[in-house]
């Protein structure tokens, strides 16, 4: 991602992070030498003040005083050499260098250069170059209350190099601190912005219609308050959704209703008529030979006449409740609730329920294992036009005797269809199958009790939820199939 959060939250810490170990790595180059000079003079000022208030309290040669002179002195690194009147040495502190000259030069050489640092009553204060060594003092050189000459001095190297020492040190931890520190910080961001970037990935499924992925909540900050409103507004826009495209289903089939209802009413009483005349007639027929007493002495045939008159009316029984379902349909009587559900479960919970009939008919029923799809339908009147399908199938079902279910994502929509192998329909009676009371084999429709209504409940079912149906001819077979929206 261009704009990680992420990266910009990590980018700015270690910059910070980088940042104020060079501000503290330059301070320390351009103050860390002064402020160790400062030290310094602050030191050898107060070895001049304990020396002077020893010789005035006459606790000069005593041991607790050299014992505590020398600790100061090795500390600060310090020489020290007071002299009398008459050139003998008092105190003498120093490793292994003759100070006597350079005491002797600062007092007697006038030609002497140095840098003036302090200057008092009695005494003074400078930095000096020893030219032997190439090595810069601080000296302080004068009297002593009771006129005695002292010189105390301490190298200048040894500070440049601790400074040197330091500022090495601190690039070295620095270094080791802004990489330890980038990766805790890249680890903490990655805490944090881990809610972000689900947060993030459920909007931008929203945005596609998607509202399955809900935000897991551990309601421990801002961030979890917000994943909990994200989950509501998600919940909410769905709910709205499914109520606007019930609304806008509807609309569209009331913008149809009016210029259909007179068409379907005519078709409905004629095709009535035409249906119900055969079966009629058939029971008028047998009613009057057994009224007639027709084979009277022939128990058989008047079981027989029977079973036709009780067949016959079975049949009329159940074609008037699709013709009833039908004309709901098409009248618009039937709202259609859009409703979004698994259509993977709905088939297999079908398919679960079919499974004695499928194991007496001896076919071979295969589906393949498809993960949740979710659609956007009626889900009763879904199952409805499955059953028909699968019922077609079942009753034309020859060959091998094979029934196939297949789920096909077809970018927003998604197909279903249900093949069966057997005989392909007639080319030209399949644009009419879908007709009420279109029967391609007549004789065959009769012998398992079809009625020709089917196919029109689906084609009813399928103009009501505005989706495309049909189906398709093989040369092993026949395919029925629906498409249903995912989004």
Same mark, same amino acid.
């Given at each position: 991602? /261009?704009?990680?959060?992420?990266?910009?939250?990590?980018?700015?810490?270690?910059?910070?992070?980088?940042?104020?170990?060079?501000?503290?790595?330059?301070?320390?180059?351009?103050?860390?030498?002064?402020?160790?000079?400062?030290?310094?003079?602050?030191?050898?000022?107060?070895?001049?003040?304990?020396?002077?208030?020893?010789?005035?309290?006459?606790?000069?040669?005593?041991?607790?005083?050299?014992?505590?002179?020398?600790?100061?002195?090795?500390?600060?690194?310090?020489? @020290?050499?007071?002299?009398?009147?008459?050139?003998? =040495? @008092?105190?003498?502190?120093? %490793? *292994?260098?003759?100070?006597?000259?350079?005491? +002797?030069?600062?007092?007697?050489?006038?030609?002497?250069?140095?840098?003036?640092?302090?200057? !008092?009553?009695?005494?003074?204060?400078?930095?000096?170059?020893?030219?032997?060594?190439?090595?810069?003092?601080?000296?302080?050189?004068?009297?002593?209350?009771? *006129?005695?000459?002292? &010189?105390?001095?301490?190298?200048?190297?040894?500070?440049?190099?601790?400074?040197?020492?330091?500022?090495?040190?601190?690039?070295?931890?620095?270094?080791?601190?802004?990489?330890?520190? !980038?990766?805790?910080?890249?680890?903490?961001?990655?805490?944090?912005?881990?809610?972000?970037?689900?947060? /993030?990935?459920?909007?931008?499924?929203?945005?596609?219609?998607?509202?399955?992925? /809900?935000?897991?909540?551990?309601?421990?900050?801002?961030?979890?308050?917000?994943?909990?409103?994200?989950?509501?507004?998600?919940?909410?826009?769905?709910?709205?959704?499914?109520?606007? /495209?019930?609304?806008?289903?509807?609309?569209?089939?009331?913008?149809?209703?009016?210029?259909?209802?007179?068409?379907?009413?005519?078709?409905?009483?004629?095709?009535?008529?035409?249906?119900?005349?055969?079966?009629? !007639?058939?029971? +008028?027929?047998?009613?009057?030979?057994?009224?007639?007493?027709?084979?009277?002495?022939?128990?058989?045939?008047?079981?027989?006449?029977?079973? @036709?008159?009780?067949?016959?009316?079975?049949?009329?029984?159940?074609?008037?409740?699709?013709?009833?379902?039908?004309?709901?349909?098409?009248? *618009?009587?039937?709202?259609?609730?859009?409703?979004?559900?698994?259509? =993977?479960?709905? &088939?297999?919970?079908?398919?679960?329920?079919?499974?004695?009939? @499928?194991? +007496?008919?001896?076919?071979?029923?295969?589906?393949?294992?498809?993960?949740?799809?979710?659609?956007?339908?009626?889900?009763?009147?879904?199952?409805?036009?499955?059953?028909?399908?699968?019922?077609?199938?079942?009753?034309? =079902?020859?060959?091998?005797?094979?029934?196939?279910?297949?789920?096909?994502?077809?970018?927003?929509?998604? %197909?279903?269809?249900?093949?069966?192998?057997?005989?392909?329909?007639?080319?030209?009676?399949?644009?009419?199958?879908?007709?009420?009371?279109?029967?391609?084999?007549? !004789? %065959?429709?009769?012998?398992?009790?079809?009625?020709?209504?089917?196919?029109?409940?689906?084609?009813?079912?399928?103009?009501?939820?505005?989706?495309?149906?049909?189906?398709?001819?093989?040369?092993?077979?026949?395919?029925?199939?629906?498409?249903?929206?995912?989004?």
């Amino acid at each position: 991602m /261009k704009h990680s959060i992420k990266r910009q939250f990590a980018i700015i810490f270690i910059a910070l992070m980088a940042g104020t170990i060079v501000l503290c790595w330059i301070i320390n180059n351009l103050f860390l030498e002064s402020f160790y000079t400062t030290r310094k003079i602050e030191a050898i000022e107060a070895v001049y003040n304990d020396i002077n208030d020893a010789m005035n309290s006459g606790d000069l040669t005593s041991d607790i005083f050299e014992v505590e002179l020398r600790k100061t002195c090795d500390m600060y690194n310090i020489e @020290v050499l007071v002299i009398d009147s008459g050139a003998n =040495v @008092v105190i003498s502190v120093s %490793r *292994g260098r003759n100070i006597l000259n350079s005491l +002797q030069r600062n007092i007697f050489d006038r030609n002497r250069t140095y840098r003036l640092l302090q200057e !008092a009553d009695n005494y003074y204060l400078a930095s000096n170059m020893d030219k032997m060594t190439n090595t810069e003092y601080l000296e302080m050189w004068g009297n002593l209350s009771n *006129g005695n000459l002292f &010189l105390i001095m301490s190298p200048l190297e040894s500070i440049r190099e601790s400074v040197e020492i330091a500022n090495k040190f601190l690039a070295y931890v620095g270094l080791i601190a802004t990489l330890v520190s !980038a990766l805790i910080i890249l680890w903490v961001t990655d805490r944090i912005t881990k809610p972000i970037m689900q947060l /993030k990935d459920i909007s931008e499924q929203m945005k596609n219609l998607n509202f399955e992925n /809900k935000y897991v909540s551990r309601g421990q900050n801002e961030i979890d308050l917000l994943g909990e409103h994200i989950n509501q507004l998600s919940a909410s826009l769905e709910h709205t959704i499914s109520e606007l /495209k019930t609304a806008n289903n509807e609309l569209q089939k009331d913008l149809e209703k009016k210029e259909q209802i007179d068409e379907i009413r005519k078709e409905f009483l004629s095709n009535v008529s035409h249906e119900l005349k055969t079966p009629l !007639a058939l029971i +008028q027929g047998y009613a009057e030979g057994l009224k007639e007493g027709i084979n009277q002495d022939d128990a058989e045939s008047r079981d027989f006449y029977c079973d @036709v008159i009780m067949d016959e009316a079975n049949k009329m029984s159940i074609m008037v409740k699709k013709l009833l379902d039908l004309n709901q349909l098409e009248f *618009g009587n039937d709202i259609v609730a859009l409703e979004r559900f698994d259509i =993977v479960e709905l &088939l297999r919970n079908f398919l679960q329920s079919a499974e004695i009939l @499928v194991q +007496q008919s001896d076919v071979t029923l295969r589906m393949e294992e498809y993960p949740p799809i979710y659609v956007w339908a009626d889900e009763y009147k879904t199952e409805e036009v499955i059953r028909n399908y699968f019922s077609n199938a079942m009753n034309h =079902v020859g060959g091998d005797r094979i029934i196939e279910i297949k789920c096909t994502r077809m970018g927003p929509k998604v %197909r279903i269809s249900i093949f069966n192998t057997g005989e392909p329909i007639p080319e030209d009676s399949l644009p009419h199958i879908w007709e009420k009371f279109y029967k391609v084999d007549k !004789a %065959r429709t009769r012998e398992y009790g079809g009625s020709g209504v089917g196919l029109s409940i689906v084609k009813a079912i399928m103009e009501s939820m505005n989706q495309q149906y049909g189906a398709v001819n093989y040369t092993n077979g026949v395919e029925f199939w629906m498409e249903l929206e995912t989004k």
